[in-house]
């Protein structure tokens, strides 16, 4: 039982104003809502009902309780050895797009199933598709090389009725392609939304690991929790972030009219002025970067188009 005085929030919080869980954690309902994360919640000593952040099943649970609470997902689970993704930060990032929507129709989010986003990189656990179907209404194509992450998204689908006829999911057949294969002359995507690779090697990656657990538990860690790191596709890919969203710019060039705006989250700022370089270099019509903030936690997305401002006008929601 949560002592009534005790503080059940957990995050001071920078967080989108629509963000379910600007205001932190609220323990006392998400308990209420999966009591299973009952083992795994106490106070600290600042008085604060928490959980252990560095360990993968309290995340996994808490992520659990999230879902069920504000977005209606009672049957969620990822494999073993899958990102577990924090669920306000990635909230964060449909949030915004709902606003760059919103800049290219009148001030006004659009909302309902005919606004479609493309997730490249779907990862096994659905989050993107989940967050922007319960708060917008928005229908989703999911896409990953990995065949394992595709068919967990395909059994969360199935165990939540709500999502069958409006997320859709296609394996990337051809892992050195982001868009060939995925979209057709005849899609009309409003947005796509990536989380993609962000270090370049697989060694770099276990490091990136560590640090996050060490800084998680405040003290320097070994050895990787292998559940809460992600498989090599989600984490790392030769030449890292820089090259894949490269890589994805140019190939956007193609579909200039098959898709509003392209958006991806970029993890590491120095990145900015190349990936500005080459979406000039493109041609991009506007070119957009949303800053975001979780707690001490900074990080941003990037959004372009090659529609002119009438050309978004004129674009059907």
């Not at 998400?30 to 560095?54: G, K, R």
């Not at 992520?63 to 209606?72: C, E, S, V, Y």
């Amino acid at each position: 039982m949560i002592n009534p005085t005790t503080k059940t929030t957990t995050i001071k919080s920078n967080l989108h104003a629509r963000n379910l869980d600007n205001s932190g954690y609220h323990f006392d309902e998400l308990l209420i809502a999966y009591p299973e994360l009952h083992s795994f919640v106490f106070t600290n000593s600042h008085e604060t009902i928490t959980i252990d952040f560095s360990n993968p099943e309290a995340v996994k649970a808490l992520n659990k309780a999230l879902l069920i609470f504000h977005f209606g997902i009672r049957n969620w689970n990822i494999p073993k050895n899958y990102l577990c993704p924090p669920i306000p930060g990635r909230a964060d990032y449909i949030h915004y797009i709902a606003d760059l929507l919103a800049s290219s129709n009148n001030g006004i989010i659009p909302k309902g199933e005919t606004v479609q986003g493309l997730d490249i990189g779907i990862g096994a656990n659905c989050i993107y598709p989940i967050v922007g179907n319960s708060s917008y209404g928005w229908s989703f194509v999911g896409t990953d090389i990995d065949e394992i992450a595709i068919q967990n998204c395909k059994k969360i689908i199935q165990k939540n009725p709500q999502l069958i006829d409006l997320i859709s999911l296609q394996l990337q057949t051809e892992p050195r392609f982001i868009f060939k294969n995925i979209i057709t002359p005849e899609d009309k995507f409003a947005f796509t939304i990536c989380n993609p690779p962000f270090h370049k090697s697989e060694e770099e990656a276990n490091k990136g690991t560590l640090r996050k657990i060490s800084n998680l538990k405040q003290q320097k860690t070994k050895e990787a929790v292998l559940n809460f790191g992600g498989q090599n596709g989600e984490l790392w890919c030769d030449g890292g972030e820089l090259r894949f969203i490269t890589q994805m710019i140019y190939e956007s060039v193609k579909y200039p009219l098959n898709c509003m705006w392209f958006t991806t989250l970029v993890s590491k700022k120095e990145n900015l002025v190349s990936l500005y370089k080459t979406l000039n270099k493109v041609n991009a019509a506007e070119i957009k970067t949303f800053d975001m903030a979780q707690g001490q936690k900074t990080s941003r997305f990037v959004a372009w188009t090659f529609m002119t401002a009438d050309q978004q006008k004129e674009w059907h929601f």
